[in-house]
């Protein structure tokens, strides 16, 4: 995940070089893992290099065969005699 995020960050037009963009584990919950990446731009491309970056990792992690986990519940019914 980390490299795939962070090569699309590299990538991303208007993403500056320096700092290098990072990608980071923000949270472990029950049915995520979440990772946040941080890339730089001018302030003029913030929203957009936003947008992309969201984006196009996701379509990245498609690539790459990186499943996104969706919540789920398993129900057991206990059928009474």
Request: with cysteine; proline share 7%; aromatic share 6%.
């Amino acid at each position: 995940v980390r490299q795939t995020l962070l090569a699309e960050g590299v990538e991303t037009p208007h993403v500056l070089t320096d700092p290098e963009p990072i990608v980071k584990l923000a949270d472990c919950s029950d049915s995520a893992l979440t990772f946040l990446i941080r890339a730089w731009c001018p302030s003029t491309d913030y929203l957009e290099v936003g947008w992309s970056l969201r984006e196009n990792g996701k379509r990245a992690l498609d690539r790459a065969g990186i499943e996104i986990p969706y919540p789920q519940m398993d129900v057991h019914m206990k059928m009474d005699k």
